[in-house]
């Protein structure tokens, strides 16, 4: 029974990360100097608690940022401050059109 306690427990975990939409695929990461030909859409943020594991916190919420600049109608972002502890993650980050 111990076995099915682990198994339950780490789905449950593995659950909670978001997931990257069909659209926030096409979402980029760009510099500060790839933006000055871009719109700027507005600020967003990004964070995830309580993943498998910190990396999985990171990669989940730079997922929601990525999500979140999609449905503002952006195609990039340029990351202002991530902060990252063991027992979470959050990226702030700025939406552009480009």
Excluded: H, W
């Excluded at 500060?32 to 993943?51: H, I, N, V």
Aim: glycine share 6%.
């Amino acid at each position: 029974m111990p076995n099915v306690t682990k198994i339950v427990a780490l789905l449950f975990l593995t659950a909670c990360s978001a997931e990257l939409s069909e659209v926030g695929k096409s979402v980029r990461q760009i510099s500060l100097q790839s933006a000055d030909k871009c719109q700027f859409l507005g600020p967003t943020t990004g964070s995830e608690s309580m993943g498998f594991d910190e990396a999985m916190d990171v990669t989940s919420a730079y997922n929601k940022v990525r999500n979140s600049v999609a449905l503002m109608g952006g195609n990039a972002f340029i990351v202002s401050s991530t902060n990252t502890s063991s027992l979470s993650t959050v990226v702030q980050a700025d939406a552009y059109s480009c």
